[in-house]
């Protein structure tokens, strides 16, 4: 191989922040002030467009003193320079890292769900790689009022402003707790008094006849491999959606929104009678 062909194989440093800077900015008008207003996120730089009227301009000012920050006004090239999205909608935030919660935070919540007497319900992601998918999971999460979101430190897609934008929103609103190994923090809510339920389509059991009261650990696994089997040895129940057309699975957001909706009914349903 000529020293060329090596040289173009090579990211340089700079590329490398290039792309990092990239995933950074979070842009669009609900997704900046969703994040502002929930004040959770930390928020580096806050850029308006000088187009945007006054009133909004007085409004972004505001908030962004509340978290110690300049309002940068510019114009809304500038924007598209700095996020390359033409659809900014004249506003622009740099994100810091998000904030997860940890393992011994994740143990504190479920005690406090089994405490409460309420049917508790987390999910875990194992591996998911699509930003927009994971994004859409979230947002399933936060509709049914789920008690939080597991993610490994590895294979898994980080929270950034395409996950935030596919959440509408849902990721200032969860808590989402990144532990270092999904397996042990998947045994910790058992010894809890939670059931680990596998989401897989190979399951044998049907959604239709499934026991889904009490407390749940949802696993939604990879896009592309499903859940490990490492994971799948520590589950309690494995259970898929029947499929009535001609195409043999759904996708994990969509697979995951009606599991969390049938935990939630069952439950309801359970006290109710």
């Known amino acids: ?142 509709a049914v009022a789920a008690d939080g979101i597991i993610v490994g430190l590895t294979g898994q897609t980080p929270v950034t402003s395409h996950v935030a934008r596919a959440s509408s929103g849902a990721v200032n609103h969860l808590q989402l707790f990144q532990i270092t190994s999904l397996a042990d923090g998947l045994q910790s809510l058992r010894q809890q008094g939670f059931r680990a339920v596998a989401a897989t389509e190979k399951a044998e059991g049907s959604l239709w006849q499934t026991d889904l009261t009490g407390p749940v650990v949802l696993i939604i696994g990879s896009e592309a491999t499903g859940i490990s089997p490492q994971l799948l040895q520590h589950c309690d129940l494995q259970v898929g959606i029947p499929m009535l057309g001609k195409v043999g699975s759904l996708n994990a957001a969509v697979a995951a929104g009606i599991l969390l909706y049938e935990c939630r009914r069952r439950n309801q349903k359970g006290a109710s009678e």
């Open 1 to 142: 191989m000529s020293r060329n062909a090596v040289n173009r194989n090579k990211r340089s440093p700079d590329a490398d922040y290039a792309g990092s800077h990239q995933r950074s900015w979070l842009w669009g008008r609900h997704a900046v002030l969703e994040t502002l207003t929930a004040a959770r996120w930390p928020v580096l730089e806050l850029w308006a467009a000088s187009e945007l009227p006054p009133s909004d301009q007085q409004r972004l000012a505001e908030l962004a003193a509340r978290q110690g920050l300049r309002l940068q006004v510019v114009p809304s090239a500038r924007l598209q320079q700095l996020c390359h999205q033409p659809d900014h909608q004249g506003l622009l935030a740099r994100m810091g890292q998000f904030p997860y919660a940890d393992q011994a935070a994740l143990l504190t919540a479920a005690r406090k769900v089994t405490a409460s007497g309420s049917p508790g319900l987390f999910v875990l992601c194992d591996r998911l790689q699509d930003p927009h998918n994971f994004g859409a999971v979230l947002r399933c999460c936060d």
